[in-house]
């Protein structure tokens, strides 16, 4: 006799964002991306992803209805992951996910529905974590943080931060699996800026394998070159992530190990605060980030 199996939905929704933390998500190595929508995460658990605009065969008014039949159905069941930041001016028409009976389905309406009933809500990206590029000055479109707009509109629901630009596919495998298994973080399991500490935990400037020329005080002058990275912008030094012993592309390589330097691309100040990516911060941002440079 086989093995019950428990179906976990899933909601995946994406506001303002280039659609790269589904890319991401997409190329997942172990397990594969087959394996995380058809099989079990973990022995007996297996998430049914419900709708997903670039990742479902359905379109239209028919699959965006799915996501208001999961909230009814499935009360305090359903993960709401929310990809891209949320646009709110002009009443949220800035973003709108389709229609339902001749009626916008704005981003910022369907992620309050969705996560008023929510088990959890994970913001993939530091676009949804943080508010990210679309968020950044002028922000003409009042882009906001599933953070901020869940204080905005007074949403007090469980809120886990998976950001990066994108974010590791095993970052965000990674923490729906331990939900699975553990059920929500606890706050020892967390940073202050809602990230999991099992992958946001780190500098990367302490696992960087050009930190030897920094504490020699040998400063690359352009990308590539041998030196530390420092001078022409890395945010390595202020910036958390397990990227340097993680590695991208099912572990070939990573921005500094290619010669450019980190960006700082999953921390709340991008990048409005991290621009230009090639200069390095003012005197300012050090007091602020408590770094001592040589």
Same mark, same amino acid.
């Given at each position: 006799?086989? @093995?019950?199996?428990?179906?976990?939905?899933? #909601?995946?929704?994406?506001? *303002?964002?280039?659609?790269?933390?589904?890319?991401? $998500? $997409?190329?997942?190595?172990?397990?594969?991306?087959?394996?995380?929508?058809?099989?079990?995460?973990?022995?007996?658990?297996?998430?049914?992803?419900?709708? &997903?605009?670039?990742?479902?065969?359905?379109?239209?008014?028919?699959?965006?209805?799915?996501?208001?039949?999961? *909230?009814?159905?499935?009360?305090?069941?359903?993960?709401?992951?929310?990809?891209?930041? #949320?646009?709110?001016?002009?009443?949220? !028409?800035?973003?709108?996910?389709?229609?339902?009976?001749?009626?916008?389905?704005?981003?910022?309406? %369907? +992620?309050?529905?969705?996560?008023?009933?929510?088990?959890?809500?994970? *913001?993939?990206? +530091?676009?949804?974590?943080?508010?990210?590029? =679309?968020?950044?000055?002028?922000?003409?479109?009042?882009?906001?943080?599933?953070?901020?707009?869940?204080?905005?509109?007074? #949403?007090?629901? =469980? $809120?886990?931060?998976?950001?990066?630009?994108?974010? &590791?596919?095993?970052?965000?495998?990674?923490?729906?699996?331990? $939900?699975? %298994?553990?059920?929500?973080?606890?706050?020892?399991? !967390?940073?202050?800026?809602?990230?999991?500490? *099992?992958? /946001?935990?780190?500098?990367? &400037?302490?696992?960087?394998?050009?930190?030897? /020329?920094?504490?020699?005080? &040998?400063? @690359?002058?352009?990308?590539s070159e041998p030196g530390c990275l420092y001078e022409i912008g890395c945010k390595g030094p202020y910036t958390y992530a397990d990227c340097p012993i993680r590695h991208w592309n099912n572990g070939v390589n990573w921005c500094v190990g290619a010669g450019a330097q980190c960006i700082g691309c999953v921390e709340p100040d991008f990048i409005d605060? /991290?621009? =230009? %990516?090639?200069?390095?911060?003012?005197?300012?941002?050090?007091?602020?980030?408590? #770094?001592?440079?040589?």
């Open positions: 006799m086989c @093995a019950q199996v428990v179906e976990y939905p899933a #909601i995946w929704v994406a506001g *303002a964002a280039c659609s790269g933390c589904s890319v991401s $998500l $997409l190329n997942t190595i172990n397990p594969s991306i087959q394996n995380v929508l058809v099989d079990p995460v973990l022995p007996g658990k297996h998430v049914s992803l419900r709708f &997903h605009a670039v990742v479902m065969a359905g379109q239209g008014e028919p699959v965006l209805k799915v996501t208001k039949e999961t *909230a009814k159905k499935r009360p305090g069941e359903y993960l709401l992951i929310v990809d891209g930041a #949320i646009p709110t001016a002009c009443d949220g !028409l800035y973003c709108t996910l389709g229609e339902i009976d001749g009626e916008h389905v704005t981003m910022k309406d %369907l +992620t309050k529905e969705l996560a008023k009933d929510a088990l959890c809500v994970m *913001a993939v990206g +530091t676009c949804a974590a943080f508010g990210g590029i =679309p968020k950044g000055a002028p922000n003409p479109t009042g882009a906001m943080s599933v953070r901020d707009y869940f204080a905005q509109e007074k #949403i007090d629901k =469980p $809120l886990i931060n998976v950001p990066g630009c994108p974010p &590791h596919p095993d970052w965000m495998v990674g923490t729906i699996a331990s $939900l699975l %298994l553990n059920g929500l973080p606890k706050p020892e399991e !967390l940073d202050d800026n809602k990230r999991p500490l *099992a992958f /946001y935990g780190t500098l990367i &400037h302490d696992n960087c394998p050009r930190r030897g /020329y920094f504490d020699a005080g &040998h400063f @690359a002058r352009n990308p605060r /991290y621009e =230009p %990516l090639f200069e390095k911060l003012d005197e300012e941002s050090l007091d602020r980030f408590k #770094i001592r440079t040589r």
